[in-house]
């Protein structure tokens, strides 16, 4: 990633319910801290939990989402 280039990041969180027909596809959850921590090298500017709504199969149902901005930090001269 290039000094000063932005990284956008959507993940499910913890408190997803992980039951519909793809949670079986899914491998990782993450809580705010730990998708924050793999990002350590970056300028965190965001981390929140969200819900959103699927209406995508089935009866709407929610879903919990981690969106996470960062940034490459400049190089140091």
Excluded: N
């Amino acid at each position: 990633m290039a000094p000063g280039g932005w990284l956008f990041v959507t993940a499910l969180s913890t408190s997803d319910p992980g039951e519909s027909e793809f949670a079986r596809c899914v491998r990782t959850w993450f809580t705010s801290d730990r998708l924050t921590e793999l990002f350590d090298g970056l300028r965190v500017d965001s981390c929140e939990e969200i819900a959103v709504t699927d209406r995508s199969h089935g009866q709407p149902h929610e879903h919990y989402v981690l969106r996470l901005i960062a940034q490459a930090l400049e190089e140091k001269s």
